[in-house]
């Protein structure tokens, strides 16, 4: 894929040129209310222990196929920038990001999974943190501001031999990929079994995120050439079950050169329309999450309020109950006690104390109580006695252990979540809904955001 890239109208309908587009501020701000050091809903969701990840401010989009396929070249014209080497031999080594900064900079592996912290498990893949690399430009063409393209290494049979297992790290990426572009060139290379191979591994997974293309096809020679290769290409990829399937569709790409016409169809401006799709769906997606996650979280802090008010009720009757039986056995050692003190009184102390009509209340009650303790011998009271210091003892046991509290939220805890449910239901919820409104603004009218 080759030709000199060159200033151009943009594919998509909106070009941005120095400002923020409504899709990169409402990813920006969907990603703020997630991770505000103050508010964000990812510490408001730990207080309650939920786990929630930010969403991306960009989409992720694989580039694979074989080497000298014209991936590198593809993006070369999408940032409208000289970023990846290019060229027949195999330029592309190992995994470089390419994606919209500030400044024209370029990271080694370390700063790539620092800049990048979700792509941190690659390093577990022996050998290829060497070979990861970031290209950072200015560059605002297109749709690039909210796109991080993933250059792969090309794929080759035979003997060539990689650093690191780039099959699998391949399949790795696809899993977090929003998009995978697999390219075919009519150059001999298409039907190379391991990116077949790949493809139909990750088919089996992420099926809608594969998009097939005929690169190069500037270079197929006349339209019979290549209709001929695509036929090639097809019946290999249908001898393969999982990519045999219906809609196949592989459109016909290559590098517009105003040097060199062409009169093959060029469906290039058709993988900006796919890129702009996908970043539309993400940006759906965000605002779709957001709402599910507030969702989650006002759920989480209503069940732990709720929650605490029922273990503060249990609390209230494990005490009392502690209390009672508390009481009880204290009751048995005093009652005890006072039965062995008004046996030792005299009856006229007894009388002084509590008069007459007392001193015969008492007997009167108490009576029953001593003729039965008088009808036992001295080693039965013994036993009575102990017996009943041992009630005492296990009634106090039992209330001190079997009716424990549990722990429950302070009143200031308490008021800290019922002020973060406020903020999730009245300010985040508001929040999005004023973003999906400006989001649906630009494809529908006023009158029917009114309806």
Known sequence: MSGKTKNRSAANAESITGG?????????????????????????????????LPPRKKITVMLMGNHSAGKSSFINWYVEEHIQRTGVAIETQGFNFITSGRK?????????????PHF??????????????????????????????????????????????????????????????????????????????IVERMNEKHGDRLRFYLSKADEAGGESDRQRVMMQIVQELCKRPGLNKCGFDMPTIYI???????????????????????????????????????????????????????????????????????????????????????????????????????????????????????SLSVEQRLYGCGGMVLLSFLLLIIARFAFRTQP??????????????EYVQEVVKSKKKKLYEEYLRQSVSDHDMDL
């Open 256 to 374: 517009p050169n105003p040097n060199k016409p062409s009169r093959c169809v060029n469906q290039i401006e058709e993988v900006c329309r796919t890129i702009e799709k996908t970043i539309n769906q993400t940006v759906q997606n965000t605002l779709n999450s957001l709402e599910k996650d507030c969702e989650l979280i006002s759920e989480a802090i209503t069940d732990t309020l709720g929650n605490d008010r029922q273990t503060s009720a249990m609390n209230r009757r494990a005490r009392c109950k502690s209390c009672l039986l508390t009481l009880l056995g204290f009751t048995v050692p005093l009652a005890l006690m006072a039965l062995m003190v008004l046996g030792i009184l005299s009856q006229e102390l007894l009388e002084v104390a509590l008069g007459r009509e007392g001193t015969e209340t008492l007997s009167l009650y108490l009576s029953p109580v001593v003729k039965v303790f008088d």
């Open 20 to 52: 923020v587009s409504c899709d990169e501020r409402i990813l920006r701000d969907c990603h703020q209310l997630y991770t505000d050091a103050d508010s964000g809903l990812i510490s408001v969701a730990e207080s309650v222990n939920v786990k929630l």
């Open 104 to 116: 024209r900079e370029s990271l080694t592996g370390n700063a790539t999974l620092h800049l990048y």
């Open 120 to 197: 941190k498990p690659l390093q577990e893949f022996k050998g290829v943190s060497e070979y990861l690399s970031t290209e950072i430009c200015t560059s605002r063409q297109k749709r690039f501001s909210l796109v991080t393209f993933v250059d792969s290494p090309g794929l080759v049979d035979g003997d060539m031999k990689y650093p690191f297992d780039v099959d699998e790290v391949i399949m790795w990426l696809g899993e977090l990929c929003d998009l995978v572009l697999v390219f075919f060139d009519p150059m001999g290379q298409a039907l190379c079994k391991r990116s077949l191979n």
């Open 408 to 421: 429950t939220l302070s009143g200031k805890q308490k008021r800290q979540l019922q002020e973060k449910l």
